[in-house]
């Protein structure tokens, strides 16, 4: 039965990749290394000792994944640039290949009529600038970080709208500098994660103004990872742990991003770890953007517990569906998140910059791959965004990720969350049940069952 809502017209479908996660060709083109290459060479790093080397070949690859997007009907691309395919050593030196191959991509999408949504940092820092004091603990990447956006901008501006300074700051600095699950795999404490949010903050507040002067009409936004924390029970301590949970991860960068401060009970909190934020830097973050993208995979149910002193949650798995990933599978998750910011904060227009879910993909006999599960978590997450225009909320687009099963970072190739499935031997692609059925919604405008 087809639901009787429809996506207003001006809605953007798209779906989303990253450039380690699916390039591969890490030699070629100039490309320098970053420190995904080193962190995926190391062993014991990665599930099975996968690495990006080759991924989905799509530096290779692109002009036929450009066709496979036509064929879902996808009107948007959300991608990433590898800043070491620009500037190899981070600085300096400027590789002209690089350009031209994001750009050879950018015509192409909109010879297509794709609309480019360009992310600068999706976690591969250039090695080089890791060895240079640390990466993002060194308060000077932030003038690296916008030469590399000054290049970019002048070169793609013309023709690229969107851009996105950053993709989830909340991983990159707790599972790269504290967790070590991610590059540069640090477990260096709390400090050192902070340090890297606020210099990626700053990086973020610096580059608005830089690419609204490189851009006309630039729609400058940042892509945050949030969930709601709700309490496993009204408890005061689990009141209290989904409280500390959501500063962990949500307020400590919506607070400085729209009101220009860090939230007072986490600045408590971590006392003793805080990084150095200088006079100004606020003000330099709280800049007005266009569109805050929302990556949407869970919600967060929250225990007091002993995870991430003096943080202190325990997460709790409620009773229910789960993704291959083991996320909670909770439509319901997608509208809360996108309640709550409008609700508690003064944001612009939002996009669901992320959603998807890894399950178990196969090839059947008859050469498909019926991915209901995958369908039926879109369809049901594409119900609550309708829901929130319903409600008032300024939601203006839906980003699946992934457009392509790819290198899904420690678990290496064994998370498929495409909505293409690649045989990693051959780079054969098959347009999986759930990528016949996005283009459907495309079409009809409408979550109806495929
Ligand atoms: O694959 C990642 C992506 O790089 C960032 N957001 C979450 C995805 C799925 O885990």
Redesign the pocket.
């Known amino acids: 039965m087809a639901d009787k809502r429809i996506f207003p017209d001006d809605f953007v479908w798209g779906a989303a990749t ?1 450039a380690y ?1 699916i390039e591969g060709a890490v030699n070629e083109g100039g490309r320098g290394k970053s420190i995904w290459d080193t962190f995926s060479h190391t062993p014991g790093k990665i599930n099975n000792g996968d690495t990006g080397d080759v991924a989905c070949d799509h530096y290779h690859r692109w002009q036929d994944d450009i066709a496979l997007m036509k064929q879902i009907n996808l009107e948007a691309y959300r991608f990433s640039i590898a800043w070491s395919r620009i500037l190899p050593t981070g600085r300096g030196h400027i590789n002209q290949a690089g350009l031209d191959f994001y750009s050879a991509l950018v015509d192409g999408l909109l010879a297509a009529d794709i609309t480019p949504f360009v992310t600068l940092y ?2 591969d820092l250039p090695q080089a600038l890791q060895d240079d004091g640390d990466g993002w603990q060194r308060r000077g990447i932030v003038d690296d970080y916008l030469a590399y956006v000054d290049i970019v901008s002048r070169t793609l501006g013309d023709r690229v709208q969107y851009w996105s300074t950053f ?2 700051p909340w ?1 990159f600095s707790w599972s790269g500098y504290y967790f070590g699950e991610d590059a540069p795999g640090w477990q260096n404490g709390i400090k050192a994660a902070l340090t890297t949010t606020h210099h990626a903050l700053l990086a973020h507040g610096r580059a608005v103004p830089l690419l609204r002067q490189n851009v006309a009409n630039a729609k400058v936004g940042i892509a945050l ?1 949030m969930n709601v924390a709700e309490p496993a029970t009204d408890k005061p301590k689990d009141v209290a742990a989904a409280m500390r949970f959501d500063g962990f991860q949500n307020r400590w960068y919506l607070g400085p991003l729209f009101r220009g401060n860090y939230p007072e009970d986490m600045l408590e909190l971590y006392a003793g770890n805080l990084p150095d934020i200088h006079d100004g830097d606020l003000a330099q973050i709280n800049v007005p953007i266009d569109y805050l993208g929302i ?1 949407f ?1 869970r919600r967060s149910v929250m225990a007091a517990g002993e995870e991430v002193p003096p943080v202190n949650y325990r997460r709790v798995s409620p009773s229910g569906d789960y993704t291959e ?1 083991g996320s909670e599978v909770s439509p319901q998750g997608l509208y809360d998140i996108m309640k709550y910011v409008y609700d508690h904060y003064d944001v612009p227009d939002l996009y669901i910059t ?1 959603n998807g879910a890894a399950f178990k993909d196969e090839v059947s006999a008859d050469q498909k791959v019926h991915d209901t599960k995958r369908v039926d978590y879109l369809y049901a997450h594409f119900g609550q965004a309708q829901r929130a225009i319903e409600d008032g909320i300024p939601l203006k687009g839906y980003f699946v ?2 457009l392509l099963d790819n290198f ?2 420690a678990y290496g190739y064994q998370m498929r ?1 495409g909505l293409v499935y690649v045989d990693y031997e051959t780079q054969r692609r098959i347009i999986k049940d759930s990528g016949h059925y996005l283009a459907q919604v495309i079409r009809q405008k409408q979550p109806s069952s495929i």
Do not use: I, P, R, T
């Open positions: 990253a996660q999706h976690w993709n989830e991983v990872d990556n995979y990933m992320e990720w992934s899904e970072w969350f």
